[in-house]
């Protein structure tokens, strides 16, 4: 397996990677984002605008940016299906 040396990829260490693994056995990139999705607009929803976090434009970004990711993911398994596999155990 790859090691990581870019201090930008610090956490992304074996353990790191098996433990997204683990998660991915759980669901697949698409249904957790699917999952987040639904569990973000109901709180959007459910919450009356002045009572959201005054961070609430960062969540929102930061949200966003975990479902593109999730998207990535998604698309990156589907091209590589058994990538994680030949890389070896974590």
Same mark, same amino acid.
Request: avoid cysteine; charge should be negative.
């Given at each position: 397996?790859?090691?990581?040396?870019?201090?930008r990829?610090?956490?992304l260490?074996?353990?790191?990677?098996?433990?997204?693994?683990?998660?991915?056995?759980f669901?697949?990139?698409?249904?957790?984002?699917e999952? @987040? !999705?639904?569990?973000?607009?109901?709180?959007?929803?459910? /919450?009356?605008?002045e009572?959201?976090?005054?961070?609430? +434009? $960062?969540?929102?970004q930061?949200?966003? @940016? !975990?479902?593109?990711?999730?998207?990535?993911?998604?698309e /990156?398994?589907?091209?590589?299906?058994t990538?994680?596999? +030949? $890389?070896?155990d974590?």
């Amino acid at each position: 397996m790859e090691n990581f040396t870019d201090p930008r990829h610090a956490a992304l260490t074996e353990e790191t990677l098996y433990r997204l693994s683990t998660l991915f056995e759980f669901a697949s990139p698409d249904e957790l984002r699917e999952y @987040l !999705l639904e569990i973000y607009h109901h709180y959007i929803i459910h /919450e009356l605008p002045e009572s959201l976090p005054n961070n609430f +434009s $960062d969540l929102a970004q930061s949200m966003q @940016l !975990l479902f593109d990711f999730l998207k990535f993911l998604k698309e /990156e398994m589907k091209s590589e299906p058994t990538k994680v596999e +030949s $890389d070896g155990d974590y």
